[in-house]
């Protein structure tokens, strides 16, 4: 009889597997853009000698979500169209109840259309609109109160630029001076620049955002940029001499009241100091109206006074007719 040969004899080692890690994930600054150390990507190597590090093109997937509060008034719901009309990469949903608990429901909302801001436009009182401006889910959040609203269909301008086309956002010089305003450049950049290559957007330049601050305030404009451009007469390039802005609007006003550490709340890092509350401004015009009465029946008391203490004698012919 033939010898059985061992197990071990015919069982054949498996070889091992590598383990597959995924590449590590750059890293995504404020703007969207990752750092040049971290732009490359080491791409798995076939060999392990020829090791190449392929760079990968990362694309700015900022969305924002831009909604309102129940029972808001027809002018700023305008603007709120206005807004959403200029900015392609926004998306729209449901009011919102103005409440204590809408940083909470807002941050869900955010996280259900897979947005990374948020435009909020509260109003209150159906006179005052305050406008939220977060970054979700870990902040930071603005709190701006909206004065001098003028929408598109109000002003009624001869500009016009293409639909979802980019803009071009310009600042004035104030805001380097302080850490706050850098703040507020910094977020309106990344919620109001729209993403190169969205897939809603034109890739055109025609039109520009401009933010400037004046009184502690930042005002926004919207123009077109009217460029000749004839078959006869055509523009070089560089020929900027040529070039006309034509506003297209809206406009708006926007104070900043609160810069919130979170998402809608959280620790409060700048409080404007000179930021009086529209409540309290329409107080001290009752009070001054309430004084205007005020005059008026001490006015009318003083004159009964005058009259009693100085009462007029009576004449000779004062009861001639007393009889008759």
């Not at 709120?80 to 009309?85: A, T």
């Not at 104030?174 to 850098?182: I, L, M, P, R």
């Not at 005002?219 to 390039?237: C, G, L, T």
């Amino acid at each position: 009889m033939a010898k059985k040969r061992k197990h071990s004899e015919t069982v054949v080692a498996a070889p091992q597997k590598k383990e597959e890690v995924a590449p590590e994930r750059p890293k995504r600054t404020l703007l969207g853009w990752k750092d040049k150390e971290a732009a490359a990507v080491a791409a798995p190597a076939e060999d392990k000698d020829d090791e190449v590090h392929q760079p990968t093109n990362f694309r700015n997937k900022e969305k924002v979500l831009v909604t309102c509060s129940r029972r808001i008034a027809y002018r700023y719901r305008h603007l709120m169209l206005n807004v959403v009309s200029l900015l392609p990469h926004c998306k729209k949903d449901n009011k919102v109840e103005s409440q204590s608990s809408k940083g909470v429901a807002l941050s869900e909302m955010v996280e259900l259309k897979s947005c990374s801001s948020c435009l909020f436009f509260e109003c209150r009182k159906h006179k005052d609109l305050y406008l939220w401006m977060a970054k979700c889910p870990s902040g930071p959040s603005v709190k701006f109160l909206v004065n001098a609203v003028h929408t598109m269909e109000e002003l009624k301008l001869t500009g016009n630029h293409l639909k979802g086309s980019r803009p071009l956002l310009t600042f004035s010089a104030n805001f380097d001076k302080d850490a706050h305003w850098k703040l507020l450049k910094e977020m309106i950049t990344q919620i109001f620049g729209v993403p190169k290559e969205h897939r809603k957007s034109k890739p055109y330049h025609d039109h520009v955002f401009v933010f400037s601050i004046v009184d502690d305030h930042i005002w926004f404009r919207n123009y077109q940029i009217s460029v000749p451009h004839n078959e006869s007469d055509k523009m070089a390039r560089g020929g900027l001499d040529k070039m006309t802005l034509v506003e297209v609007g809206p406009r708006f006003c926007l104070n900043p009241i609160k810069i919130f550490g979170g998402s809608f709340g959280g620790p409060t890092l700048y409080e404007n100091p000179f930021y009086i509350s529209p409540n309290q401004i329409r107080a001290l015009e009752k009070r001054k109206t309430a004084g205007k009465y005020a005059k008026k029946v001490k006015a009318k008391t003083r004159r009964k006074v005058h009259e009693l203490s100085n009462q007029l004698e009576a004449g000779e012919f004062s009861e001639m007719w007393k009889d008759q």
